[in-house]
């Protein structure tokens, strides 16, 4: 099985020395971390790496929805960097991808944002719609993700497209980090 490159960064990450049983103590809680539903203790070298998905109807066999992804530690100098990382990205993950269109847009709250849209087959007899907006912020990338056949492109994609025009950002909390 291939292993996709952006968890390749989780394999290549050396393991630290080993302690000695005198010096090994139990970690303390860095903070409380705060879900949607439920709290854990976090600690030192653990990052919240969600991945939300907010799900929508099945229409024409597909189960529609958004996934929201964030990254707080982008590399990227400005937008536009950001978002053609992850149409690069996408298009060598995703074969037979097809980049139909890309550009800049602006969400409902004035923040300049990128939308790029992508076909592929992943089976024979389905095509997907595949819609994704990228914003940067403060160094915070955001990837809003929402899939369509032809049909629901045109039924469920403008009540999609305004939920994701909707999109808000709000500043990281010390426990994302």
């Known amino acids: 099985m291939k292993i996709p490159d952006y968890y390749k960064k989780f394999q290549e990450q050396k393991p630290k020395p080993a302690e000695s049983k005198d010096s090994i103590q139990a970690p303390k809680p860095e903070?409380?971390?705060?879900?949607?539903?439920?709290?854990?203790?976090?600690y030192e070298?653990?990052?919240d790496?969600?991945?939300?998905?907010?799900?929508?109807?099945?229409t024409d066999g597909v189960q529609h929805n958004i996934t929201i992804m964030v990254d707080h530690e982008v590399q990227a100098e400005n937008l536009?960097?950001?978002?053609?990382?992850?149409?690069?990205?996408?298009?060598n993950e995703l074969k037979g991808c097809r980049l139909l269109k890309q550009g800049e847009?602006?969400?409902?709250?004035?923040?300049?944002?990128?939308k790029a849209i992508f076909?592929?087959?992943p089976t024979e007899e389905l095509r997907i719609y595949q819609e994704q907006i990228y914003l940067l912020v403060n160094k915070t990338?955001?990837?809003?993700?929402?899939?369509f056949t032809k049909k629901t492109r045109k039924t469920l994609g403008p009540q999609v497209e305004r939920?994701?025009?909707?999109?808000?950002?709000?500043p990281p909390t010390k426990n994302s980090t």
């Open 31 to 42: 903070i409380p971390y705060q879900a949607n539903s439920f709290t854990l203790n976090l």
């Open 45 to 47: 070298g653990w990052q």
């Open 49 to 58: 790496r969600t991945v939300y998905t907010i799900t929508g109807p099945v």
């Open 80 to 91: 536009r960097d950001f978002a053609d990382w992850n149409v690069a990205t996408l298009e």
């Open 105 to 114: 847009i602006t969400l409902a709250n004035g923040l300049p944002a990128y």
């Open 119 to 121: 076909s592929w087959y």
């Open 141 to 147: 990338g955001y990837k809003l993700t929402a899939s």
């Open 163 to 170: 939920m994701m025009l909707s999109f808000n950002p709000t």
